[in-house]
């Protein structure tokens, strides 16, 4: 057997590698996606204050601090069981579409355009943000200003653009100023103008990687994510709704409280990221065999490519012309993950003009937008919709509100599985013996971009992240070795 | 009056790390006139749009290599330094100035770089009584170092 490894994967956030294993006869035998970090946050949770937990757990990722603070205050919410006032949802609202914002415009144009616009056989030493700054300034200078409008927007309701401290249980902790309010809207129209250029372009560019959407995670499975009784997308609120690859409804109105009913975790030997999956497909812990033993009978997605599988409309009109247009041209239900870039664009439209519609209306600027209390129940979940998809935090406390108990559920973790078949896909499709050139690997790691993984990368980098292929026998030697600086 | 822009960057939970961080706060709280402040865990590709607005940036970073603080000009920053390695993880002052020259075609006309020495980089909040004294020192430093330019400037004119 030949194992190639490609350690560590780049543009994403976080450390991974992936490993392809060749038979004797040069094909695919079997291609894995291994995260190596070790990070503990649920273990080192225990014994501190709920109150403290937004802001701990914000630290659990520097990218997407806004979805913690949220999933973190939320489950405060229910531990002091109070009903947060309307204005702090709103503000509770508007600072998770700015997370939306500047996180989806993180990974379309800093970390896959490069992909997209330079093309995937492009000179790798140039097929970076920079390559495309010097190809592309204008959409490079716009997608700079996207990502900064969205953390304006965290940085005026939470009070910083990375582990800000401005959600709390029980609400917000200020109320929005008029003049915040001004600035915020007075970004929105270039916001606006931006994202519906940009998917304007993506669509035009499509016609170049129908091998890539046939390919890259093109596969039935489960999609995960919240619904309302409306059917608008919703990303902060609602129950849990899971469609089937056909867009049927499988499981609906799930109260979050309820999801070990639904989701199983499985720990897999060779990755610190869980492998969660839908329990009504798998039985026991699905190490089993047949259709419902096997682990891969409840593979679910999350993350924009779900959410647009199980709302019915984006509930803002924009979006909606362009959800037509993505269900026209992926067939109703989307399953190719190639389609999450596409998914994200349309999110981010629909973020800019749902935040339009938030700041226009004057109750935002109520000054009641906390709820206080003590500890009223012992045990809560709190779920929202991070920029990656569902996430969950489930807490247990005794009397005086220290944590006995922590469970975490992030998006990327419910994508695992999907990202290992998305990988084995793209391997199968294209490697063709033991001589693998750039471009293919470069469309291995794309595949699990195209998830936009976030695999907790608070921690301060300390150096760069090269591709490192090792290609090594079945002896174990090593037979071959590129290094990308 | 030229318009100073200090960067301090790390992270306040790995120690040392941070130094540069607790810098430019205390530096904003001065209030300096035309001095713009950003405290932030790392450099990104948003803060070119700060770069474009300013004539001269001051970097603020921990160092594990000094001793003492060190304060130095970051000369022949250029849009070549885009180092294909650098991502949203890893960007550098001179990777930050370079890509502002190749969005906007323009970068400050002075960039520097204060280093801070730094112990140690563990997990956890307080800074070595080492750095504690480099950060009083850097403070100190980019005061007078701000301080000496404005004269340059009434010098000059």
């Not at chain 1, 029980?170 to 916001?191: C, S, Y």
Request: charged fraction near 25%; hydrophobic fraction near 40%.
């Amino acid at each position: 057997m030949t194992r190639i490894t490609i350690d560590p994967v780049t543009r994403i956030e976080g450390h991974a590698k992936i490993t392809l294993a060749l038979g004797d006869d040069g094909q695919l035998e079997s291609a894995r996606f291994h995260v190596t970090e070790f990070r503990a946050f649920e273990a080192f949770c225990r014994g501190r204050p709920v109150w403290e937990m937004p802001s701990l757990t914000a630290r659990t990722c520097g990218i997407c601090p806004v979805s913690h603070l949220l999933a973190s205050s939320k489950t405060g919410d229910a531990i002091m069981g109070v009903q947060i006032p309307p204005t702090a949802e709103m503000l509770r609202r508007v600072v998770n579409l700015g997370q939306i914002i500047q996180s989806h415009a993180l990974s379309f144009f800093h970390l896959s355009s490069p992909d997209l616009l330079l093309g995937w056989d492009s000179d790798p030493a140039a097929r970076n943000v920079f390559g495309l700054m010097a190809a592309e300034p204008e959409l490079a200078r716009r997608g700079i200003r996207l990502r900064s409008f969205g953390q304006s927007v965290i940085e005026a309701i939470a009070g910083r653009k990375v582990h800000a401290p401005g959600i709390v249980p029980g609400g917000v902790a200020h109320p929005m100023t008029a003049e915040t309010r001004e600035t915020l809207r007075a970004g929105l129209d270039e916001a606006r103008e931006t994202a519906a250029d940009t998917l304007a372009m993506f669509v035009e560019m499509l016609g170049r990687f129908e091998r890539e959407i046939r390919a890259f995670g093109n596969f039935g499975s489960l999609h995960l994510g919240l619904g309302n009784d409306a059917g608008t997308w919703e990303h902060y609120n609602g129950h849990l709704r899971f469609v089937d690859a056909e867009g049927e409804t499988v499981a609906d109105h799930i109260d979050p409280a309820d999801y070990r009913q639904w989701i199983g975790e499985a720990a897999r030997f060779d990755s610190y990221l869980k492998s969660p999956y839908f329990k009504p497909l798998v039985d026991g812990d699905g190490e089993g065999a047949g259709s419902k033993g096997d682990l891969l009978a409840g593979v679910y997605r999350v993350g924009p490519l779900a959410r647009l599988n199980v709302c019915t409309t984006m509930g803002a009109p924009l979006a909606d012309e362009a959800l037509s247009l993505y269900r026209e041209r992926a067939g109703g239900t989307a399953n190719s993950s190639f389609f999450y870039h596409w998914a994200r664009l349309i999110e981010i439209l629909a973020a800019t003009e749902l935040m339009g519609e938030l700041l226009a209306d004057d109750a935002i600027e109520h000054d009641v937008v906390r709820a206080r209390a003590g500890i009223n129940q012992r045990h809560g979940v709190g779920c929202s919709e991070a920029p990656r998809g569902t996430l969950f935090h489930e807490y247990t406390v005794d009397e005086h509100g220290l944590l006995t108990d922590v469970n975490m559920i992030i998006a990327t973790g419910q994508n695992n599985l999907g990202m290992n078949e998305t990988i084995r896909q793209i391997a199968t499709e294209w490697i063709d013996g033991p001589d693998i050139p750039e471009p293919v690997l470069n469309r291995i790691e794309a595949g699990i971009r195209a998830f936009d993984p976030c695999l907790s990368c608070s921690t301060h980098a300390m150096g760069q992240m090269p591709l490192d292929v090792t290609l090594v026998d079945s002896g174990g030697a090593v037979v071959a070795r590129r290094k990308r600086s | 009056m030229q318009a100073f822009l200090v960067i301090g960057y790390g992270n306040e939970l790995r120690g040392d790390d941070g130094a540069g961080r607790v810098v430019a706060d205390r530096i904003e709280a001065m209030a300096l006139e035309g001095v713009t402040v950003r405290s932030v865990t790392q450099l990104v590709p948003e803060l070119a749009l700060d770069l474009v607005a300013t004539d001269r940036v001051l970097f603020v970073d921990a160092d594990v290599t000094v001793s003492e603080p060190v304060l130095r000009r970051l000369d022949g920053c250029h849009s070549d330094d885009t180092d294909p390695g650098a991502l949203t993880h890893h960007v550098t002052p001179e990777v930050l100035v370079g890509l502002t020259v190749a969005l906007e075609a323009q970068a400050p006309d002075v960039v520097e770089l204060l280093s801070l020495p730094a112990a140690s980089l563990e997990l956890g909040s307080p800074l070595s009584p080492a750095t504690v004294r480099a950060v009083d020192r850097g403070v100190a430093l980019i005061v007078e170092h701000i301080s000496a330019a404005r004269q340059g400037e009434t010098t000059k004119r």
